[in-house]
């Protein structure tokens, strides 16, 4: 089947600038690589001619964008190894390493934690929507942990309410710079797209509602083990939270800096409380620190004293 493309013209009113920002402006929904690979292939053309990224469009031109449609995507892949800590006839419960991304998107093809389920269980693929492979909930890229993973739409709406009435107990272990004081307390700071750096959130006074409890586990040289239990679900919460406080997650380059002796952030969902949908049996799993943390942890040395 010859494959659809969706022709895009545009009449340049004034003089501009390149050819490539041009066509930025006018098609939001066309990300800039792919527009750069159209231009590539000759897919975009300027008073019928193929142009390069660089031409300067004038007054009068015309601009004709052919775009094929991309293919519909189908979770699988090669089958990524998965860490599975609780399975039953409606739900699984999956220890997500740090570095997977949870579902498919620009660039990530065939290496999600969605295809890596979709592999293990085809059944998977379509259950809470196209492409969710039945995952109710997510973790950053970036944050390891448990996540719970509906095997039919039943049990994926059982679980996604009790998610949005605040019902799952939810506990990450984090590793933040500095001397955190209180040991112990409770942050309430609305979250929201930061206006300056869309692709970080921030306290915004007109964000949504947000609360982190907290409670230091361990305190070393220059940083404090806690544990963080979320009552809401925010985008990069406990990450913001912390860093607002002047404590940001170790590793964190997006709200703190990078960390050279570790990969990624600190921060592990390591224990995850819920009914289970058919007999409303409350099951809570725990996970310990992966290898990673762990090392991290050693090289500080032994906690201080209380």
């Avoid at 231009?39 to 390069?52: F, N």
């Avoid at 015309?62 to 892949?77: D, F, K, S």
């Avoid at 448990?146 to 996604?160: D, F, G, P, R, T």
């Avoid at 710079?177 to 979250?191: D, K, R």
């Amino acid at each position: 089947m010859p494959s659809v493309s969706k022709t895009l013209l545009f009449d340049a009113t004034a003089n501009g600038g390149r050819l490539d920002a041009f066509l930025a402006e006018r098609c939001p929904d066309i990300s800039r690589s792919r527009l750069k690979r159209l231009i590539t292939k000759g897919l975009v053309t300027v008073d019928g001619e193929p142009a390069r990224p660089a031409h300067k469009i004038r007054a009068g031109q015309r601009v004709l964008v052919t775009a094929p449609e991309p293919e519909p995507y189908r979770l699988g892949g090669a089958g990524l190894p998965l860490d599975l800590e609780y399975e039953d006839d409606d739900l699984l419960v999956v220890d997500k390493p740090g570095g997977l991304v949870v579902h498919p998107g620009a660039g990530h093809r065939g290496d999600t934690l969605a295809d890596a389920l979709a592999a293990l269980d085809p059944g998977l693929e379509g259950v809470g929507g196209p492409l969710r492979a039945g995952i109710v909930h997510r973790l950053d890229k970036d944050t390891s942990g448990l996540m719970i993973v509906a095997k039919n739409e039943a049990a994926h709406a059982h679980l996604s309410a009790q998610f949005q009435k605040r019902m799952v107990i939810k506990a990450y272990a984090a590793l933040v710079h500095g001397n955190l004081t209180p040991g112990e307390a409770v942050v309430e700071a609305p979250i929201g797209r930061d206006p300056r750096h869309r692709q970080r959130m921030a306290l915004v006074d007109s964000g949504r509602e947000a609360v982190t409890r907290y409670r230091v586990t361990a305190r070393y040289a220059g940083y404090s083990l806690l544990e963080a239990r979320p009552t809401t679900g925010r985008t990069h919460q406990i990450r913001v939270h912390m860093a607002a406080l002047g404590h940001p997650l170790v590793g964190d380059s997006t709200y703190g800096a990078p960390e050279k002796r570790l990969a990624r952030h600190f921060l592990h969902a390591h224990v995850i409380g819920f009914r289970q949908p058919s007999t409303n049996e409350y099951l809570e799993l725990h996970s310990g620190l992966p290898e990673e943390l762990r090392d991290f942890l050693e090289t500080l040395g032994p906690p201080e004293a209380a």
